[in-house]
């Protein structure tokens, strides 16, 4: 637990903060092929230049510590995704910085960082392998994420020939055993049926009781209230909100009533 390194080689301590965000900010292009409008003629110079580029998120900071369970929310497009690819370094920010002290396991998009055209069994062992795992290791991992996912049937199939669902199974199984200190786990859950996602949420109980640190971004209030103490609430990219969980909950339903 108190095993963490910095990414000079330090040693931290348990209560060092393990992601700093400090006024981060990143942004992109809406794909108008650069089309203008009247109005922009007269606009200023960065207007015009910069036609339908927005902020997905801006001045955003926040601290987390080792062991911390946190619950992202926001409506649609408010940037909860783009800030967990942030943290898991997938996307670079335009302004400020996030530091990221410690192994981070992603399960942030059902096809994030697996191969379509690769088998589900080199799928396990290219995701396991980047993530630090020896071949070895990897050995002795294999039959317990092929027996949590239930996918014995379909280890030498292509990837992509696999349901949304058994997409979700293959990943959680392998990422959850990454054992890496951070946990991101963006709304993918919703796509496992009832079993699979009871199984998941024990599996996510049982990382936490481990001191693993968490960052869910969910729509489901019971997930949330369920794993998380602490909660984010992100509206059109900035952080109106950082507190308990069941007071973010509140004042999000209160804004959206
Ligand atoms: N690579 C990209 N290029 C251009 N725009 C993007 C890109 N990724 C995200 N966006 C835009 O950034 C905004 C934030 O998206 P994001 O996926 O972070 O929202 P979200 O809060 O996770 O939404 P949801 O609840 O629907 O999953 C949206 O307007 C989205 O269209």
Same mark, same amino acid.
């Given at each position: 637990?108190?095993?963490?390194?910095?990414?000079? *080689?330090?040693?931290?301590?348990? &209560?060092? %903060?393990?992601?700093?965000?400090?006024?981060? @900010?990143?942004?992109?292009?809406?794909?108008?092929? +650069?089309?203008?409008?009247?109005? &922009?003629?007269?606009? @200023?110079?960065?207007?015009?230049?910069? %036609?339908?580029?927005?902020?997905?998120?801006?001045?955003?900071?926040?601290?987390?510590?080792? *062991?911390?369970?946190?619950?992202?929310? +926001?409506?649609?497009?408010? +940037?909860?995704?783009?800030?967990?690819?942030?943290?898991?370094?997938?996307?670079?920010?335009?302004? @400020?910085?996030?530091?990221? $002290?410690?192994?981070?396991? #992603?399960? !942030?998009?059902?096809?994030?960082?697996?191969?379509?055209?690769?088998?589900?069994? &080199?799928?396990?062992?290219?995701?396991?392998?980047?993530?630090?795992?020896?071949?070895?290791?990897?050995?002795?991992?294999?039959?317990?994420?092929?027996?949590?996912?239930?996918?014995?049937?379909? !280890? $030498?199939? %292509? /990837?992509?020939?696999?349901?949304?669902?058994?997409?979700?199974?293959?990943?959680?199984?392998?990422?959850?055993?990454? $054992?890496? #200190?951070?946990?991101?786990? &963006?709304?993918?859950?919703?796509?496992?049926?009832?079993?699979?996602?009871? =199984?998941?949420?024990?599996?996510?109980?049982?990382?936490?009781?481990?001191?693993?640190?968490?960052?869910?971004?969910?729509?489901?209030?019971?997930?949330?209230?369920?794993?998380?103490?602490?909660?984010? /609430?992100?509206? =059109?990219?900035?952080?109106?909100? $950082?507190? #308990?969980?069941?007071?973010?909950?509140?004042? /999000?339903?209160?804004?959206?009533?």
């Amino acid at each position: 637990m108190t095993d963490l390194r910095s990414a000079s *080689g330090n040693e931290i301590s348990a &209560d060092a %903060p393990v992601i700093v965000a400090e006024d981060l @900010g990143i942004h992109f292009k809406r794909n108008r092929r +650069g089309r203008r409008s009247f109005k &922009d003629l007269f606009a @200023g110079r960065s207007r015009r230049t910069r %036609p339908g580029e927005f902020w997905a998120l801006r001045n955003v900071s926040f601290r987390v510590h080792p *062991g911390e369970a946190i619950g992202v929310v +926001g409506r649609n497009g408010n +940037g909860k995704s783009t800030l967990l690819k942030l943290v898991a370094g997938v996307l670079l920010p335009d302004e @400020g910085s996030v530091r990221v $002290d410690a192994g981070v396991a #992603p399960l !942030i998009e059902i096809t994030g960082g697996f191969v379509g055209d690769l088998t589900v069994r &080199d799928n396990v062992y290219l995701t396991a392998g980047l993530h630090g795992l020896s071949g070895k290791q990897i050995d002795g991992l294999f039959d317990s994420i092929i027996e949590f996912a239930e996918l014995e049937d379909v !280890i $030498d199939t %292509p /990837y992509k020939h696999l349901s949304s669902g058994m997409k979700v199974r293959i990943a959680f199984a392998v990422v959850s055993r990454l $054992d890496e #200190p951070i946990l991101l786990v &963006d709304e993918v859950l919703a796509v496992g049926d009832k079993a699979f996602r009871e =199984k998941c949420h024990t599996k996510i109980r049982e990382l936490l009781a481990e001191g693993k640190t968490l960052f869910l971004v969910s729509h489901n209030e019971r997930d949330l209230t369920a794993f998380c103490t602490r909660g984010l /609430y992100l509206n =059109k990219g900035k952080l109106v909100a $950082d507190g #308990p969980i069941r007071d973010i909950i509140k004042q /999000y339903n209160a804004d959206n009533a």
